[in-house]
């Protein structure tokens, strides 16, 4: 395959992030044939590894690295959490150089051209509470506000958790205090009430 039909394929099919095995199902060749050609390409600057069979295409607008998220930990769903959900919604003023996600999958972090990324484990009980955000012509799953906050402490009190909580500058937190406490109720776990309680939240 010439780089010009992978990438006219990678055009037609608006592919921003894609695996080595679509590829092979659009294409119908060999993994050893596409994967040179796939390598051809990230050499030229056209594409990007960021996992192992997991491309980013270069000449896509406005990439945000947080699309890579689902991909990192496929087939295990995942969103974006923690610091890095509270910060994109203007909850908390710091921006974090780490992109932070849960899964119910095991914990992992990926140091990758995009970016790098500490995924935590939730149970899988847990892995509710988030949505898919369009922006541009990407899209990447995140926590709700309530629920990101909510993550970040629960992980916080799990005993050798390398998870800290968030400090806020300002007394008051930007959140539906309603559903952090709708919210709450559903991790059924006593710690997490008992810190909002006094945090005075719920």
């Known amino acids: 395959m010439s ?3 992978l990438l006219n394929l990678l055009r037609i099919h608006k592919l921003r992030i894609f695996t080595t095995r679509d590829i092979i199902t659009l294409t119908d060749r060999t993994q050893t044939a596409v994967t040179q050609s796939l390598y051809r390409l990230e050499k030229q600057g056209m594409l990007m590894r960021i996992k192992r069979g997991v491309w980013v295409n270069k000449l896509i607008a406005n ?3 947080f699309e890579a998220v689902p991909y990192l930990t496929a087939p295990s ?3 974006l959490s923690l610091y890095s959900a509270l910060a994109d919604y203007g909850v908390v003023e710091e921006i974090p150089h780490i992109i932070y996600a849960v899964t ?8 990758t051209p995009a970016g790098t990324f500490h995924i935590h484990h939730l149970n899988k009980r847990l892995i509710w509470g988030y949505e898919v955000k369009q922006l541009h ?3 990447y799953p ?3 506000p309530e629920k990101a906050f909510l993550d970040l402490v629960y992980l916080s009190l799990v005993p050798r958790s390398p998870i800290q909580r968030v400090h806020k500058r300002s007394k008051k937190w930007k959140l539906n205090l309603g559903k952090l406490k709708e919210y709450a109720e559903k991790f059924e776990y ?3 009430t008992r810190y909002l ?3 005075g939240l719920v």
């Open 142 to 144: 995140i926590a709700d």
């Open 77 to 79: 769903p995942a969103y």
């Open 63 to 65: 990439f945000n690295p």
């Open 190 to 192: 006593p710690p997490l």
């Open 137 to 139: 012509e990407g899209s």
């Open 197 to 199: 309680e006094k945090a």
């Open 3 to 5: 780089a010009t039909q």
């Open 104 to 111: 119910a999958h095991l914990p992992k972090k990926y140091s």
